[in-house]
């Protein structure tokens, strides 16, 4: 009987929740047919807020081996998972500036090198059939080495961690694809307008010199050496430099006992002086990063902050959040909201535990609406001064700051990552219990005090990232403006005169220049090629392979291009002219191209040897002959070329005047780079003759084969087809 019951009542539930939907409505009609009672609330605002209840987090249990190194250990039994996460003193503030850079790549080649006993490799094949995780990591102030997995695979687990923290091998071969991986990044550090406005914001707060504004660059990673890496792991990791928190599901006495026999036997090292760390903030005044490829603005009005140590925090964490932290801060409420002059807007005091932060005011806006959102922040940071944050601000931040403050700490993980930041930065141990107290004690008073203390519109630095073109006004209209140079650096020892720019024939290279041109069909035909149209196999060389993909190119000479590529996932189309570069993707979606990939992709054009065999005769073009090197069994001729400001070198056969390859400066999938093309398969075609292969390198490397199967020479061109055309909402979830 019992069972049917059940059986009955699991049936019903479709109809029980019906039932319970309408005895709401129906008590809400009766509610609202009852005059209301003269004590009833009449405004939202009338409804009693009950006061939030104490804080008190579960806190883990703190140990200290007598070689120094603290362990934290947090009870979770919630799930049968344990993780753990060792935090070494010594971070990228550390690294000398030759080899900025040094710390992320120790972090990185850490785990991938793996250990004396298991590559890196290995290791994840290890890892993966328990669904376990050993990862490495570099920061500013120090390096991680962490771990999860099930309770069950804990002590194969932790045995991986043990020898990867004590025991790393930073094979050579990961390094070496760490630096790639890190020349990757900075080639592409220029691409987007936020990541720029971040990066330079820093060193304008902090100086350009500080370690903690310092950007690697290809010469600070090329110099970094396997050595190093070694050296790092010597001076930094040993255990009374670890702060090491364990969470999860475990016995804590067995736990205890397992750390002890870890690491009890792990002798000390040497204590590391504290490094003293100077800011320079810049002066105030107006910087400007030009970037002619977005339509937007990021405006950053900076200096330098303060820590989270200092008295002020708390009132400055209620000024932060009232006048720039949010949907109801003045600053969105005004410049968004009432002005709709920015899409986002906000900023206050930056705090950090460790060193100063940046005070910063940000907007990001169209470039028309520059000047006036500039104006709209000095406006509202000097009406803190006329019409102070008033107590209603006031009380909505702090019921902001402390309803969204269970959220930082509502897992007993959470807690141990704070525990340990205040281990590590020195803070007490009971500061994150202090906070909800210290918040509500905030006075009016107090956030206008700091408010008056710290922010001052006449010690800012503006900085400014956007496409100056469109601006509603020029910059220099609200005062002096200094522009600041991104331009990255190219590799150290990178030879730009292995494609100098020849400022003058001589008469050897006229005549080599005259043998091309005879070579490739004549002077008069050359000079009648306007546009070149060309069917092409492009094969892409990678270490995992060749990844063939059929390509169609206009080129109209000297300066645009239209391409389609067909890829698996469909065609990717490219269009690059002096005014636009960018990709349509197959879901219609569209990606501008940086300015440094659109002027290699022009300087590309002006490289074409039919565009320079038909120019040989114009006096902005100069060839210039010199020694002799083989290519293959040919001895060829060197000559360099100016195509009107493009540099390129040829080696010709000075037997039939082909081309038999060229170099030049280029930008590679890791940045700058040595290109090569080899030309080769010359055949006659439409009255010219011209090399249907092209086998290309980059430093060394082949990168990728061209092969055209169709060459169709002055086609009709519809201009439309260099229009960027609108684009695609993206697809709806």
Not at 221 to 247: E, F, M
Not at 275 to 295: C, Q, R
Not at 561 to 589: K, R, S, W, Y
Request: aromatic content about 8%; overall charge negative; glycine content about 6%.
């Amino acid at each position: 009987m019992r069972m049917r019951m059940r059986t009955t009542i699991k049936r019903s539930n479709f109809s029980l929740i019906v039932s319970t939907i309408v005895s709401i409505l129906l008590a809400a009609a009766t509610f609202l047919s009852v005059p209301r009672a003269a004590s009833q609330a009449t405004s939202w605002k009338q409804i009693p807020i009950p006061t939030l209840p104490a804080f008190h987090p579960p806190q883990p249990k703190r140990i200290e081996l007598s070689n120094g190194m603290v362990i934290f250990l947090q009870e979770d039994h919630e799930l049968p998972l344990i993780s753990g996460t060792a935090r070494i003193r010594g971070g990228s503030s550390n690294e000398p500036a030759a080899k900025v850079g040094l710390a992320d790549t120790f972090g990185e080649v850490w785990r991938t090198g793996g250990t004396s006993t298991q590559t890196g490799d290995q290791l994840d094949d290890f890892l993966e059939i328990r669904a376990a995780k050993v990862e490495t990591g570099g920061g500013p102030d120090s390096t991680t080495i962490s771990l999860s997995c099930l309770k069950g695979d804990f002590d194969d687990v932790f045995k991986v961690f043990v020898d990867l923290l004590q025991q790393p091998e930073f094979r050579a071969d990961k390094l070496d694809l760490a630096q790639k991986q890190a020349d990757d990044s900075i080639s592409r550090r220029n691409d987007e307008i936020g990541e720029i406005a971040a990066r330079e914001s820093a060193k304008l707060a902090y100086g350009a010199d500080n370690p903690y504004a310092r950007e690697p660059e290809y010469s600070t990673i090329a110099a970094i050496t396997r050595q190093d890496l070694l050296d790092w792991h010597k001076t930094y990791v040993h255990p009374n430099n670890i702060i090491l928190g364990i969470s999860g599901d475990f016995d804590p006495a067995a736990m205890e006992a397992k750390l002890h026999t870890a690491f009890d036997s792990w002798p000390k090292g040497a204590d590391l002086p504290k490094d003293k760390i100077a800011f320079h903030p810049a002066s105030p005044g107006y910087y400007l990063i030009p970037k002619e490829d977005v339509n937007q603005s990021s405006i950053h009005m900076l200096t330098l902050g303060t820590t989270r140590n200092n008295p002020d925090y708390y009132a400055i964490s209620v000024f932060n959040e009232a006048f720039g932290g949010g949907f109801s801060s003045r600053l969105f409420n005004d410049i968004r909201t009432k002005r709709g002059l920015a899409y986002n807007v906000g900023g206050g005091i930056g705090t950090n535990f460790g060193h100063p932060g940046v005070l910063q005011f940000v907007a990001g806006t169209k470039s028309q609406s520059t000047i006036e959102s500039i104006q709209a922040l000095d406006e509202d940071i000097d009406d803190l001064a006329k019409k102070p944050i008033s107590d209603d601000e006031i009380k909505q931040a702090k019921d902001a700051i402390l309803n969204a403050f269970i959220f930082r700490l509502d897992s007993p993980d959470k807690v141990l990552a704070e525990r340990m930041t205040y281990e590590f930065y020195g803070y007490p141990a009971d500061w994150l219990d202090k906070f909800p107290a210290e918040i509500q004690k905030v006075t009016a008073a107090d956030v206008n005090r700091v408010a008056a203390k710290y922010v001052h519109r006449d010690q800012l630095a503006v900085l400014v990232v956007g496409n100056t073109k469109e601006f509603d006004k020029p910059l220099s209209s609200l005062g002096a403006v200094k522009e600041i140079d991104i331009a990255i650096p190219p590799p150290a020892g990178a030879k730009e005169e292995e494609n100098p720019k020849a400022t003058a024939s001589n008469d050897e290279g006229k005549a080599m220049a005259a043998k091309v041109v005879a070579a490739m069909g004549g002077e008069a035909k050359l000079a009648a090629i306007r546009s070149i149209k060309a069917k092409i196999t492009l094969t892409q060389k990678t270490p995992q392979g060749d990844f063939p993909m059929q390509m169609e190119s206009i080129i109209v000479f000297p300066d645009h291009l239209h391409a389609e590529m067909q890829t698996p996932n469909g065609t990717i189309t490219i269009v690059v002219t002096p005014d636009a570069a960018f990709l349509e993707l197959p879901n219609g979606q569209m990606q501008n191209w940086p300015e440094a990939r659109k002027t290699e992709t022009l300087e590309q054009i002006k490289r074409d040897p039919v565009f320079i065999a038909a120019h040989a005769k114009d006096p902005n073009f100069f060839f210039r002959a010199g020694e002799t090197e083989k290519v293959g069994a040919t001895e060829a001729r060197i000559v360099d070329v100016n195509a009107a400001g493009t540099a390129i070198r040829w080696f010709v056969d000075p037997q039939n005047g082909h081309i038999l390859k060229d170099t030049y400066r280029t930008i590679g999938q890791h940045g700058p780079a040595q290109g090569e093309t080899d030309m080769d398969d010359w055949k006659p075609v439409s009255g010219l003759t011209l090399p249907m292969v092209r086998h290309n390198k980059q430093d060394g490397q082949d990168s990728s084969t061209a092969e055209y199967t169709a060459l169709e020479f002055n086609p009709a061109v519809d201009p439309k087809l260099f229009d960027k055309p609108a684009e695609k909402p993206a697809a709806q979830p």
